[in-house]
Nanobody, 121 residues
Framework: QVRLVESGGGLVQAGGSLQLSCAAS????????MGWYRQAPGKQRELVAH???????NYGDSVKGRFTISVDSVEKTGFLLMSGLKPDDTAVYYC???????????????WGQGTQVTVSS
């Protein structure tokens, strides 16, 4: 069964850093574009960072200069390095990726299960 598995969330003090990971599991032929989203209580899900899979990345305005997305296409794993964390960064973080399962060879999008990030002041 192809899926995305997230890890790395937790509790951190303001100003600290965390790295989230998102690994494709199962028989995956290819990892394409990947993005990270977050949803805080009472708010809509918002884009945090996105990588096209060809080296181009873009970021939400609130995280520019603090967060960095990277993707290892060989290991089929993506990362979100978060630095200078603020209490407003508290949310559930979700990864999203275009995966091509070996069984179908048809790209489709997948979501991770979400991981909680809590930043204390």
């Amino acid at each position: 069964q192809v899926r995305l598995v997230e890890s790395g969330g937790g509790l951190v003090q303001a100003g600290g850093s965390l790295q989230l990971s998102c690994a494709a599991s199962g028989s995956v032929l290819r990892l394409g574009a990947m993005g990270w989203y977050r949803q805080a209580p009472g708010k809509q899900r918002e884009l945090v960072a996105h990588s096209t899979g060809t080296g181009k990345a873009n970021y939400g305005d609130s995280v520019k200069g603090r967060f960095t997305i990277s993707v290892d296409s060989v290991e089929k794993t993506g990362f979100l390095l978060m630095s200078g964390l603020k209490p407003d960064d508290t949310a559930v973080y979700y990864c999203h990726a275009i995966l091509t399962p070996l069984a179908t060879e048809i790209p489709r999008d997948y979501w991770g299960q979400g991981t909680q990030v809590t930043v204390s002041s």
